[in-house]
Every structure is written in structure tokens, then in C-alpha cells.
């Protein structure tokens, strides 16, 4: 699957704000039975977003697949840089297709604070099914599982050396 990825600061640009407000909407709301007001927390305009879109074979064009949010922590108890990974979110036809993994690499790349010598630490709550897929990615759980907009979830941190 051919995948093309771009970073949005805050929720300026009313394409990107459709695009991933649709892509939430769909697998939060839809699929997750979610509330609107609960996924839309106020932060994004905080918060760095990655959209990530794959090739339509039948059009030739490219097709917004998934989103993520990344977001700096500052009162964390860490002695590290903290950014927080949120609202990762796939469309059912791009599941499996490595859209969730594109969008990681490609924030790591562009994110300015991961300079060599610099060690950072990327925190996320996951959902208890993604844990896997996080853990793939060198996640490690930590504590116990927890309950979050009804939905069971697991602490989940990665140390990033560069």
C-alpha cells in the first residue's frame, strides 16, 4: 500500500480539521460507540496531528486512511521530554496495511526534539486490543488495565535514544 503522510500544528485548516474530525468520528463514534464530547477534549489545537492517506487504485488519488495526535506532557513526573500519543485511529479498509506504523515513523522523523544525544519518552493509553500492535512498535505496558470512556485500556511507554 503506498502511504503519504503530513504533520498538522493545531486545528487551523478547515481540510485537515474534516479530515480527521471524519476519521475519528468514524472509528470512535461509529465503531467504538464513543462520545463526541469525550473524544474532542479541547486539546487538539494543542496538539500535533498526523493525517496519513493511501492510493485509491480505482482513482488514482490519495484517500485520508488515519490520523494520530501527539501532544507535549510538561507536568510529567519524568525527567525526560514527554509527548504523549493520542487518538490513533484507522479506517476499517486500511487495517493491517501499516497506515498505524507510518504514521509513528513519520511523527519520529519530523519531531524536532529528537536530536542525537537527546532522550525523550512517549507515553499512550492503549487500548487492551492495540496493545500488540504498540508493543511491536517497542512499547511496554505498564500497571494495570484500566477503564477509559468504558473501554479497557493499558498504560503504555516507550524511551526514544537518538
Not at 522523523?109 to 529528537?114: D, H, N
Not at 512498535?137 to 500497571?143: N, P, W, Y
Amino acid at each position: 500500500m503506498l502511504l503519504r503522510a503530513r504533520k498538522v500544528i493545531g486545528f487551523k485548516e478547515e481540510a485537515d480539521i474534516h479530515d480527521i474530525t471524519a476519521i475519528r468520528r468514524k472509528v470512535f463514534g461509529e465503531e467504538q460507540g464513543i462520545d463526541y464530547q469525550l473524544d474532542f477534549d479541547g486539546l487538539d489545537e494543542r496538539s500535533t496531528h498526523i493525517i496519513d492517506t493511501a492510493l485509491d487504485e480505482e482513482s488514482g488519488g490519495f484517500v485520508s486512511a488515519g490520523t494520530v495526535r501527539f501532544r507535549h506532557i510538561e507536568d510529567h513526573p519524568s525527567p525526560y521530554y514527554v509527548v504523549k500519543l493520542e487518538r490513533m485511529a484507522v479506517l476499517p479498509q486500511f487495517r493491517k496495511g501499516g497506515v498505524g506504523k507510518h504514521m509513528l515513523e513519520f511523527y519520529l522523523a519530523c519531531w524536532p526534539r529528537l536530536k542525537r544525544g537527546n532522550e525523550s519518552l512517549m507515553i499512550l493509553n492503549a487500548q487492551v486490543s492495540a496493545q500488540r500492535f504498540y508493543e511491536r512498535l517497542s512499547f511496554l505496558a505498564e500497571g494495570e488495565i484500566f477503564q477509559e470512556a468504558g473501554i479497557d485500556h493499558i498504560s503504555m511507554s516507550r524511551h526514544l535514544h537518538f
